[in-house]
């Protein structure tokens, strides 16, 4: 399952470049994103949580009080390749993340708080991806 996690953070890392100009994420705060699941990835930027709002919302993943979207991320996520086999828990995962933050009212900093809430739950149910395996693929796709 660190596999599918993999291409699922590939997949949507692409909309990263859509989203710079909105976000106002410089190169340096974000050159990549799967750098998310490095050991000293930093939660600390407000425009960091905006890149994800943006990002979510080019797969069209929230809803209109930017919230996640059940439906379509289950449908992001079974897009990947064995993605159905981690999609229900992905989005059971977002979904706690979004109850504990939900009195958080700006938009970014809300999700922010709720990326790195999903985060730290992957590693605990141990479906997050290696750095080397997102390396490794990530090098391949730019050859
Ligand atoms: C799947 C790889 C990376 C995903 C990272 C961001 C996930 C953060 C979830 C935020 C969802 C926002 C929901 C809004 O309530």
């Given at each position: 399952s660190a596999d599918i996690m993999k291409d699922v953070t590939l997949g949507f890392g692409e909309a990263l470049q859509h989203c710079r100009e909105e976000s106002q994420l410089t190169?340096?705060?974000l050159d990549?994103?799967?750098h998310f699941w490095r050991d000293d990835f930093k939660f600390e930027d407000h425009e960091l949580g905006?890149?994800?709002k943006c990002m979510s919302r080019h797969f069209n993943l929230l809803t209109d009080s930017h919230?996640?979207?059940h439906e379509n991320t289950d449908k992001f996520i079974q897009s990947f390749p064995n993605g159905?086999?981690?999609?229900k828990q992905m989005v059971q995962i977002i979904h706690t993340c979004e109850q504990k933050f939900d009195s958080v009212e700006d938009h970014c900093w809300r999700i922010l708080r709720i990326a790195e809430c999903f985060k730290l739950a992957c590693i605990a149910a141990d479906i997050a991806?290696?750095?080397e395996l997102l390396m490794a693929e990530f090098i391949m796709e730019a050859e």
């Open positions: 190169e340096e705060k990549e994103f799967f905006c890149a994800i919230r996640m979207h159905e086999m981690l999609s991806p290696t750095m």
